[in-house]
Each structure stands twice: as structure tokens, then as C-alpha cells.
Nanobody, 124 residues
Framework: QVQLQESGPGLVKPSQTLTLTCTVS??????????WTWVRQPPGKGLEWMGA???????VYSPSLKSRTSISRDTSKNQFTLQLSSVTPEDTAVYYC????????????????WGQGTQVTVSS
């Protein structure tokens, strides 16, 4: 079974860059047509898709976050990383990494595997 786990700081100061890493076990991020995705959930709000990186190393981002967001990968460690710059208290949320099956797979759920999530608080 594919497993994903987020890691990174729980507290970040305003104006700093948040860096989170997702480690993928029992599966390779370089095989298949999967989107390796970052999603977040602010307090009292719904899930917000942030962006993803594909097995091909191509990336796609939410238009509202594109200017501050960068997703990269380390294939030797089977990890992909989120960087969110110039953070504010509005970026406080639970951050998840997840796997999204290819759109051509109509029998699969939108996301088939999730990490447990990690709380990130932006505060001075």
C-alpha cells in the first residue's frame, strides 16, 4: 500500500518561506501518470488545492498561489517538497500531501492516498 508522510516546521514567522516535504513509501514518484499533490485546509474552511508535480517533473499550481509556490522532487529519496514564500497568518492551515490518479482512470477516486496532514501556524 502506498504511504505518504508530511514533515516540516509547525511554526513559521510571517514573511518567511515554509518548506514541507512529503516522503512516499511503497511506490515510486517517477512511475505512472500520477499527480503528487499538496492540499491545505485553513481553520473552519474547506480543502484548497495548491499544486502538484507529475512523474515527468512537470508542475501545475493554483492560480491564486502560483506566485508564491514551488514544488520540486528528490527522486533518490522518493520525496517531493512544497515551498511557500512570504507567508502570512492567512497561510495557517493543515497541510496534506496526496496522490491523484490520472484523469483517464474513471474508476479511481479523486485522491487515492493521503498523508496524515501536518499543522502549520504562521505567527510572530
Amino acid at each position: 500500500q502506498v504511504q505518504l508522510q508530511e514533515s516540516g516546521p509547525g511554526l513559521v514567522k510571517p514573511s518567511q518561506t515554509l518548506t514541507l516535504t512529503c516522503t512516499v513509501s511503497s511506490g515510486s514518484i517517477t512511475t505512472g501518470d500520477y499527480y503528487w499533490t499538496w492540499v491545505r485546509q485553513p481553520p473552519g474552511k474547506g480543502l484548497e488545492w495548491m499544486g502538484a508535480i507529475l512523474y515527468s517533473d512537470n508542475t501545475v499550481y493554483s492560480p491564486s498561489l502560483k506566485s508564491r509556490t514551488s514544488i520540486s522532487r528528490d527522486t533518490s529519496k522518493n520525496q517531493f517538497t512544497l515551498q511557500l514564500s512570504s507567508v502570512t497568518p492567512e497561510d495557517t492551515a493543515v497541510y496534506y500531501c496526496a496522490r491523484r490518479p490520472p484523469p483517464s482512470d474513471h474508476y479511481a477516486p479523486e485522491y487515492d492516498y493521503w498523508g496524515q496532514g501536518t499543522q502549520v501556524t504562521v505567527s510572530s
